[in-house]
């Protein structure tokens, strides 16, 4: 009979070991589910940095289609602006560059004469200061006497008059002188395919009469474009 407590106790360790097992099942079937949930979190993780990536992608590539590309052509504007600081500085060089090569037509007056305005190739334009030849390039209206004169006489006079850079207002496709007038200029650079460009000097005298407008005459070919026409314009009575 003394032995019995013990068998009782022994039996108690023995069921106290057995729950114990029973109770760690689950604990260690928790690891595998703690490292699976991980598993799906991190391929979770994966899409949204590669779609973060693709972001940063997309958006520096918008960045890069945003910013000017070398290689494309002048606007008529940067055209402009090239040629009206070449009159100036009477560099027929850079005007010859710009010409069409069906020639640059002047014309003194915005009603363009298709028939007696002079018209000069490329490479009659590079010499036309130095050239010593006087040629008829119209005649003013009212008297109708002859405009004849060197070009470098006719530049001073109806080509680069006045200090349009500094002085004057420009435009592309408009006019700016409430004074001026386009003339037939549409008539014989359609607007479909020409471009022009107004320099306008406004005049100082009490009634404004001696304001002077040159507008430069591009053709457009595809982006590009080239020279086709100087016309000088300014109140005649």
């Known amino acids: 009979m003394k032995w019995k407590p013990i068998k009782f106790l022994a039996l108690g360790i023995v069921v106290t070991s057995a729950l114990s097992a029973c109770s760690a099942a689950p604990e260690e079937s928790a690891e595998p589910q703690t490292a699976e949930t991980e598993t799906i979190q991190e391929q979770q993780d994966k899409p949204t940095e590669s779609n973060t990536d693709t972001k940063t992608e997309d958006t520096e590539s918008s960045k890069e289609t945003s910013e000017p590309v070398e290689g494309q052509p002048p606007t008529v504007t940067e055209a402009s602006t090239t040629i009206i600081k070449a009159l100036q500085a009477e560099d027929m060089e850079t005007i ?9 037509r002047f014309s003194p007056f915005a009603n363009i004469d298709p028939e007696n305005d002079l018209v000069f190739k490329p490479d009659e334009i590079s010499g036309l200061l130095k050239d010593t ?4 390039w119209r005649s003013t209206p009212g008297n109708e ?15 680069y ?5 500094h002085d004057g207002e420009n435009a592309v496709n408009a006019m700016i002188g409430e004074d001026a007038h386009l003339g037939n200029l549409h008539e014989v650079y359609p607007e479909a395919n020409h471009d022009f460009v107004e320099f306008h000097v406004n005049g100082t005298e009490p009634d404004g009469r001696d304001w002077h407008t040159l507008r430069l005459v591009f053709e457009k070919i595809g982006q590009d474009h080239s020279l086709v026409g100087i016309v000088h314009d300014q109140w005649t009575p």
Do not use: P, R
């Open 96 to 104: 010859a560059s710009w010409a069409s090569q069906e020639g640059v």
């Open 133 to 136: 030849t006087k040629y008829v």
């Open 145 to 159: 006497e002859s405009i004849e004169m060197t070009y470098a006489d006719y530049h001073q006079k109806y080509v």
């Open 161 to 165: 008059n006045k200090d349009f850079i």
